[in-house]
């Protein structure tokens, strides 16, 4: 992405003066705050959907934001993906995982060989997530003794809501990258911002995010103008991926000229596939 392009493309003209709106905060900056700064709050490249969890930068947002977001809510998105996923495995693929033997517990790094038979490494000192010495003797010899081998299931370190928050994030900002100021502009996105501005409470519906394999879908990455029954709606299209395991999700945001913003929600909600889903057109 061309930053000075996309500040330009998304940009508004006070008194004779360029002004790029941050999506979320709605705090206005020039285009000299796309150079960084140590000392003020100044424009940043944002990953849609998140860097970790496979995605690409394709708007801007102010550090501000994008910092605050990173500490305090994407990671709720990625560590919820990835413990989602932590006992699906591809071929070819090699995982970090923990091994339980009899109670002795160590760190290992596991392949799928082949269905439901998995290649498991100890790790040793060399590595970063060695097993000390003591620990890989126990576990060699408990072993020895025929105890069951199983894997260590992580504790929960992520909250579904605002993991929530983060998938709504990524489809509010896939369709400021489409319409640019019309998602700023309108009164059909105040809830998303207020959402997206107080994530510690949520407010927004639950309804708004499907998954594409559950839903009945089958559609290329991207933003779509839809239709479910008379309500019209954007459907925002992304993968997550992770240790090579790949999720694609649907996400529902009004229009811009909607009279009745949860309308779409209220019919999803009733929604198990999506046989009266019609896609019209993909921007």
Do not use: W
């Not at 550090?63 to 809510?73: F, M, R, S, T």
């Not at 997530?129 to 020895?144: A, E, G, L, V, Y």
């Amino acid at each position: 992405m061309n930053s000075h392009q996309f500040f330009h493309d998304n940009s508004f003209k006070k008194k004779g003066v360029e002004y790029y709106t941050c999506p979320i905060c709605g705090d206005d900056f020039t285009e000299s705050d796309l150079k960084k700064s140590k000392t003020k709050n100044h424009l940043s490249e944002e990953h849609v959907p998140q860097n970790a969890l496979g995605g690409k930068v394709i708007v801007l947002t102010c550090k501000d934001c994008n910092n605050d977001y990173g500490q305090n809510v994407d990671h709720h998105l990625v560590n919820g993906f990835k413990f989602e996923n932590y006992f699906k495995f591809k071929q070819g693929e090699k995982y970090a995982r923990q091994i339980n033997n009899g109670g002795v517990i160590v760190n290992a790094e596991v392949e799928l060989i082949k269905e439901d038979t998995l290649d498991v490494k100890i790790y040793d000192s060399k590595k970063k997530r060695f097993n000390p010495p003591s620990t890989i003797k126990n576990f060699t010899s408990t072993t020895s003794q025929g105890q069951t081998q199983y894997l260590v299931t992580p504790e929960k370190n992520f909250d579904d809501d605002k993991a929530d928050i983060a998938i709504l994030k990524n489809a509010y900002l896939m369709l400021f990258e489409k319409i640019g100021r019309k998602v700023i502009q309108s009164r059909s996105y105040t809830s998303v911002r207020r959402q997206l501005n107080n994530y510690h409470v949520r407010t927004f519906p639950k309804h708004f995010v499907k998954k594409a394999k559950i839903f009945n879908m089958d559609v290329e990455n991207g933003v779509y103008q839809v239709r479910l029954g008379s309500v019209r709606a954007y459907m925002c299209v992304f993968e997550l991926e992770s240790d090579g395991n790949i999720e694609k999700y649907l996400t529902f945001l009004p229009t811009e000229t909607s009279q009745q913003p949860f309308k779409i929600y209220e019919l999803l909600k009733k929604q198990e596939k999506g046989d009266s889903l019609k896609v019209q057109r993909k921007l």
